[in-house]
């Protein structure tokens, strides 16, 4: 007498999905699995990033970004653009002098804007038909600066007068002449609107 095989006796909630309704699941989970690995990799990559770029820095540089880093930085979304030209790196504006605020929901911008604008300290960045080939990142604050001289070469005139102190990171303090807003920014193929 031979045993007979034990069958795999499937749930209830097994028997009551369709197999199109067993696929589409599997489909998902597949997805999510990909997506998952994926994030595993880019923060694998944002990490390797982080240490080179720290460690291409001039040592003055290097302890402001080290302290940035090692502070409560912002979500991406309070990513500073320093278009400083080829102006000292004066216009890393100091964190302490900027009020956090807290971030609602998810970001909109995708990872690879974040290892471009949140991480590098030097990147190029086109606005309009200029290309800056080495642009400041400020890794600590929430302001996007543009300077005067900038402003004017980009052709850039509906600006809002405002008159604002913002604090330097070599403690200076620098008069804003006033507010641009919706300004087209291309950061590694990621087209951005930000205001200076």
């Known amino acids: 007498m031979q045993p007979t095989p034990v069958q795999d006796q499937a749930s209830p909630t097994d028997q009551a999905m369709s197999p199109k309704k067993k696929e589409q699941l599997a489909a998902e989970v597949e997805r999510v699995q990909q ?26 540089c290097k302890e402001f970004v080290v302290s940035q880093l090692a502070g409560d930085l912002h979500p991406p979304q309070r990513l500073v653009l320093a278009l400083s030209g080829l102006e000292p790196p004066r216009n890393e504006l100091s964190s302490s002098g900027t009020s956090a605020q807290p971030s609602s929901g998810d970001s909109p911008m995708d990872l690879r804007a974040v290892r471009a604008c949140y991480i590098l300290p030097m990147i190029p960045i086109r606005t309009g038909d200029v290309t800056f080939p080495r642009v400041l990142v400020d890794t600590g604050s929430g302001i996007n600066v543009m300077s005067n001289r900038i402003r004017i070469k ?39 609107i930000v205001s200076f």
């Open 35 to 60: 997506r998952i690995r994926s994030l595993i990799r880019e923060a694998n990559i944002l990490l390797s990033l982080q240490e080179q770029s720290v460690a291409m820095l001039s040592p003055v």
């Open 154 to 192: 980009l052709g850039y005139q509906r600006m809002v007068p405002q008159t604002t102190k913002l604090p330097m990171a070599n403690n200076m303090l620098v008069w804003s002449v006033g507010v641009l807003t919706s300004v087209p920014v291309v950061v590694e193929g990621i087209r951005l």
